[in-house]
C-alpha cells in the first residue's frame, strides 16, 4: 500500500504518515485512515494527488515509544539529538519490557483442570556444527516409542520461558518478564504448542497444551487421533505415520494485536516460528531423534481437535519420532527404484523397437 519510505505512527490517538527520506509528517484525518486501512484500494502517491491527506504539518513528540516504525537506527538518531536518543532508548526499554506488554502475564494458561508433570530438563551436550551438519527432514517413522524425557527436553528449548530480563533501567519492581532461547518480535512469544500424542513412554494417547511458565502439560482431549485422520487433513501426505508424537505451533493473535494492532502484526508469528522451530529441530536430533514438518493444514480439523478460539491460528505441524536417517526412508525407496525400473523397461523396449525398424529397412 504505503511506498516504502513511508511509515504510518500512531502518536496520542492520532495518525500521522512519516517519510523517512524527506523527515517529514503529515496529519491523517479519518476518511484517509479508512481508505488506507479498510478499503485498501489507493497508493500513497494516490493519496496525495486525490488531496485525501492533509498536507499541514505537524512537529512529532519525543520520546514516543511503542508507537513508530522506523525503517532503521540511522532514521532515529537523524531525527533526534543526543540527549533526546538517550532518552528515547531508556524509554524504550521501559515501554518494550514492562509486564503488562509481556504475553506470559496476560495469557490464560490454563486448558483443563488434568495437568501432567513434565521431567526436569536435562542438560543436553551436543556440537552445534554438527548438528546442522546432521539435520534433516525424514518421511518414514520406525513405529518406536518416544521417551517423555525426550518430549520434555524438546517443548523446554523450543518453548519454555526459560531467560529472565531484568535490568536497571526498568522502573518498576513487578517489570521482570521472561523470555524463551528464541527471538520474538516485540518479546511477546505469541506461539504455543499443542501436542498430538501417539507413542510416548507413561503418556496416554490425546491432545496435550504446553505451559510454557510451568513446564507442564494439560491434557485438552483424551480422543486418540489415528495417524490417517492426521494424513487426511494435511493433504495426504503420509509421512507423519508412525511418529511419537505431533506438535502443533499455535499463534495468539489477541496477543500479538494488543502491541502491533496494525498489517505487521499479521506476519510476526511466521518470523518467530522459523527460530522457534529451528531450536526444537536441533535439540531433537541432538537427543537421536528425527522429525518432519508441513504447514499445510486443514484449518477446521485441528482447530476443533485443539479447541482452538478465533483469534488463534494453528501454524504447521512437526511430527517426531525414530524415523530412518535417508530422507526418503525405505518405502519410498521401494516405490521410486520400481518406477526407475519401469522407466528403464520402457526406455529398453523403445530402444529394442528402434533397432528393429532400422533392421527392417535395411
Given amino acids: 500500500m504505503i511506498k516504502n519510505n513511508f511509515y504510518v505512527a500512531r502518536v496520542n490517538n492520532e495518525y500521522i504518515l512519516f517519510n523517512t527520506e524527506t523527515q517529514d509528517s503529515y496529519t491523517m484525518d479519518k476518511e484517509a485512515l479508512h481508505k488506507l486501512f479498510i478499503e485498501e484500494d489507493i497508493s500513497y502517491q494516490n493519496f496525495l494527488d486525490a488531496g485525501i491527506i492533509g498536507l499541514n504539518k505537524t512537529t512529532l513528540p519525543f520520546p514516543v515509544i511503542g508507537k513508530f516504525f522506523f525503517e532503521s537506527i540511522e532514521v532515529k538518531e537523524k531525527m533526534l ?112 504448542p499443542y501436542i498430538i500424542v501417539h507413542n510416548v513412554e507413561g503418556l496416554a494417547p490425546g491432545v496435550y497444551f504446553y505451559h510454557c511458565k510451568k513446564h507442564i502439560l494439560y491434557l485438552i482431549s483424551d480422543e486418540k487421533i489415528s495417524y490417517d485422520d492426521i494424513t487426511y487433513n494435511i493433504v495426504n501426505q503420509r509421512y507423519n505415520q508412525n511418529s511419537g508424537f505431533d506438535i502443533l505451533t499455535v499463534a495468539d493473535y489477541n496477543q500479538i494485536y494488543k502491541k502491533y494492532p496494525h498489517i505487521i502484526g499479521s506476519v510476526l508469528p511466521f518470523y518467530d516460528h522459523g527460530h522457534i522451530v529451528q531450536n526444537a529441530i536441533l535439540t531433537l536430533t541432538a537427543l537421536g531423534l528425527n522429525y518432519w514438518i508441513s504447514t499445510l493444514l486443514c484449518k477446521e480439523f485441528f482447530s476443533t481437535k485443539l479447541k482452538l478460539k478465533e483469534h488463534e491460528l494453528a501454524l504447521a505441524i512437526i511430527c517426531v519420532g525414530y524415523g530412518y536417517d535417508d530422507s526418503t526412508g525405505p518405502k519410498l525407496n521401494k516405490i521410486l527404484n520400481e518406477l526407475k525400473a519401469e522407466k528403464q523397461a520402457i526406455i529398453a523396449s523403445v530402444m529394442q523397437t528402434v533397432k528393429n525398424v532400422v533392421k527392417v529397412e535395411r
Fill in 81 to 192: 539529538n543526543k540527549l533526546e536518543y538517550k532518552e528515547f532508548i531508556l524509554n524504550y526499554i521501559n515501554d518494550t519490557e514492562k509486564s503488562d506488554l509481556s504475553w506470559e502475564y496476560s495469557k490464560n494458561y490454563v486448558k483443563s483442570n488434568i495437568e501432567i508433570a513434565l521431567p526436569p530438563f536435562s542438560e543436553i551436550k551436543a556440537d552445534f556444527m554438527t548438528l546442522l551438519k546432521k539435520r534433516r527432514t525424514i518421511r518414514e517413522f520406525k513405529n518406536q516409542t518416544v521417551s517423555l524425557q525426550d518430549l520434555s527436553d524438546i517443548l523446554y528449548v523450543g518453548f519454555f520461558n526459560a531467560l529472565k530480563f531484568d535490568s536497571e533501567f526498568l522502573d518498576h519492581e513487578d517489570s521482570i518478564s521472561f523470555r524463551r532461547y528464541a527471538p520474538s518480535a516485540g518479546g511477546i512469544h505469541a506461539i504455543d
